[in-house]
């Protein structure tokens, strides 16, 4: 390992920044900090029909809000740049120009409907797609007559018989058979390079150490192992981590429920707690933790220890660490957090008495498992949103339950305002204790069968509210 090592995440500004891209992102920037290198964000902007300026903000803004910094990148500058690859055409024609003199390229004019209709007949014939090289052996006069009818040339790399080989930092040697690729194109007609070309000369350029990345770009490695050769450039390391997949163990896509990082963050996920996740998802350097704090991800990291096998991302589990990260959050900064969802669920903030709102979020934040369900909790405290629930009408319809509601309500009316005492002696005048005591109780104050502890739900609310909403249920019983 050398000294500095220099890792990149390059991202196409093509969409949201994918869960799977920010794990990525992830694992090359814990990398990068490990080791005390430099971790670079490039933008790979080539694709000029889909690439956006709002997409690379939000992929940037995904990014810092997870907490991945950079030290190179387009908006910080740095002694590599530019950092966006459409600023970076000259360079690739310079190479494309070296390549066509060493006779290692050649000009293909195929439309797309020829190769669709090659592809579609090779697979016909059960045989593994790829191009045939016609326009490797046309003649001058033939390249004249397409050029004559207008059609412009893209390049086409030629592939060298054998094996392709080398070794990855996770999975070991890796080989591929270079007489099943057929030659692929470098630059496309309308003069702009092919990811693989552009990839290779700012990796290089950028004295990239290693590439780190999806499993899915392990054939994509093969092709590039080639261009390096016949650009006289030394290969950095190759790392290939194991992708997301969803529970039916395809790979992560949207039908599948959220997979941006905005997607989370919308729903109330906090960026600590979904970093966390994403660093343990299919990894073993965490040694059985489930709480993994940033500085703990930095020192434990590695790459051996990231795994091979698909990681099955689980909705359940993440929602459980956000839990544990809301519950320990202090209250004034989760109130912070949770302001624009409390307005979101219809409240004005700027209405309500602050302190009486801290105290509510510190009650109830022992129940929530992300921040969008701050809205289902703060309607218990509200009398204009009280109402009973489906699923509480029939424990409040039990003549146990009215006997024990009944001497809640009388304590309430006759000044007793001591939760403890309330309970105390409802469970010595009727016998019950447990949830057949407190059920009853929390139906009739809540209207819900679940909610935070009873003890604060009665400190905040106050005894008229409590005396009211007991009275509207029990006429509702009386019915």
């Not at 073993?284 to 704090?293: H, T």
Request: aromatic share 10%; charged share 30%; proline share 4%.
């Amino acid at each position: 390992m050398q000294d500095k090592p220099r890792v990149r995440f390059a991202p196409s500004p093509t969409g949201k920044l994918h869960i799977g891209n920010a794990r990525t992102a992830l694992y090359n920037w814990l990398f990068a900090r490990h080791y005390g290198g430099n971790f670079i964000l490039r933008i790979e902007d080539t694709d000029r029909k889909r690439t956006s300026r709002d997409f690379e903000r939000e992929i940037i803004d995904g990014l810092k809000w997870l907490s991945i910094d950079w030290d190179e990148g387009p908006d910080r500058g740095g002694s590599y740049g530019p950092y966006r690859q459409f600023e970076r055409l000259e360079l690739y024609d310079e190479y494309l120009k070296k390549l066509i003199g060493e006779s290692r390229v050649y000009p293909c004019y195929c439309s797309d409907e020829e190769l669709e209709r090659e592809r579609e007949t090779q697979m016909l014939r059960r045989v593994p797609p790829r191009y045939s090289g016609r326009c490797g052996t046309l003649s001058p006069n033939e390249r004249k007559t397409f050029e004559n009818e207008g059609r412009k040339p893209a390049w086409r790399f030629k592939i060298d018989r054998g094996v392709i080989e080398f070794k990855d930092l996770i999975r070991g040697e890796i080989k591929f058979n270079a007489d099943s690729i057929g030659d692929f194109i470098i630059v496309r007609s309308n003069g702009i390079p092919a990811y693989n070309f552009a990839a290779v000369i700012d990796d290089h350029h950028m004295e990239m150490s290693h590439v780190i990345r999806g499993e899915d770009h392990l054939s994509n490695t093969a092709l590039q192992i080639l261009i390096y050769r016949a650009l006289g450039f030394i290969p950095p390391f190759f790392a290939h981590h194991s992708l997301i997949l969803g529970e039916d163990r395809t790979k992560l896509s949207k039908r599948h429920g959220s997979v941006s990082v905005s997607e989370f963050r919308d729903t109330g996920i906090l960026s600590e707690a979904l970093s966390n996740y994403l660093s343990l998802l299919g990894s073993s350097f965490a040694k059985s933790k489930e709480i993994f704090p940033r500085e703990d991800m930095i020192r434990q990291f590695s790459l051996e220890k990231t795994g091979r096998g698909g990681a099955v991302f689980d909705n359940k589990k993440l929602k459980w660490i956000n839990g544990i990260y809301i519950r320990n959050y202090e209250t004034d900064r989760l109130l912070e957090l949770l302001m624009p969802f409390i307005s979101s669920a219809g409240y004005d903030c700027n209405s309500m008495d602050m302190k009486w709102l801290y105290r509510v979020v510190d009650t109830v934040k022992d129940n929530i498992g992300t921040l969008s369900e701050i809205g289902d909790y703060i309607d218990i405290f509200f009398d204009d949103h009280f109402e009973v629930s489906e699923d509480a009408v029939p424990i409040l319809e039990k003549k146990e339950s009215i006997k024990i509601i009944n001497i809640v309500y009388d304590m309430l009316k006759s000044g007793t305002t001591d939760y403890k005492i309330i309970m105390e002696t409802a469970r010595d005048e009727t016998g019950f204790k447990g949830r057949a005591l407190f059920m009853p109780v929390r139906a009739a104050v809540t209207g819900k069968t679940w909610g935070p502890e009873l003890d604060k739900l009665f400190s905040i609310l106050g005894t008229k509210s409590l005396i009211d909403r007991i009275d509207r249920v029990l006429k509702l019983t009386k019915k």
